[in-house]
Nanobody, 124 residues
Framework: QVQLVESGGGLVQAGGSLRLSCAAS????????IGWFRQAPGKEREFVAAISWGGGATWYADSVKGRFTISRDNAKNTVFLQMNSLKPDDTAVYYC?????????????????WGQGTQVTVSS
């Protein structure tokens, strides 16, 4: 059994920062990658960032590259998403997920465990 719990969301003004955390239990950290996704109202869930099991590889959506940083602390079984220079378009529910097997880290269907999500709202 794998459990993922996100935290750190909230309301922030444009240009501000937030740090999201994804606390994992079970065998989540033995998965190939842990990813962050987001879903805005009326839109499909989209890939944001991912990090490999060892933390040596990271991937980002073009829309967040240079502003967001993904990292992990395996000793604490936690993955972080540092979000800087936030924009109103970043407003969404953010989810972390554990990848089921090797494959494209941006493909939602390759992730089989998901957290409950945390709301991020960026005001203009």
């Amino acid at each position: 059994q794998v459990q993922l719990v996100e935290s750190g969301g909230g309301l922030v003004q444009a240009g501000g920062s937030l740090r999201l955390s994804c606390a994992a239990s079970g065998r989540a950290f033995s998965r190939p990658a842990i990813g962050w996704f987001r879903q805005a109202p009326g839109k499909e869930r989209e890939f944001v960032a991912a990090i490999s099991w060892g933390g040596g590889a990271t991937w980002y959506a073009d829309s967040v590259k240079g502003r967001f940083t993904i990292s992990r602390d395996n000793a604490k079984n936690t993955v972080f998403l540092q979000m800087n220079s936030l924009k109103p378009d970043d407003t969404a529910v953010y989810y972390c997920a554990a990848q089921a097997g090797l494959g494209s880290v941006s493909t939602t269907t390759l992730y089989d465990y998901w957290g409950q999500g945390t709301q991020v709202t960026v005001s203009s």
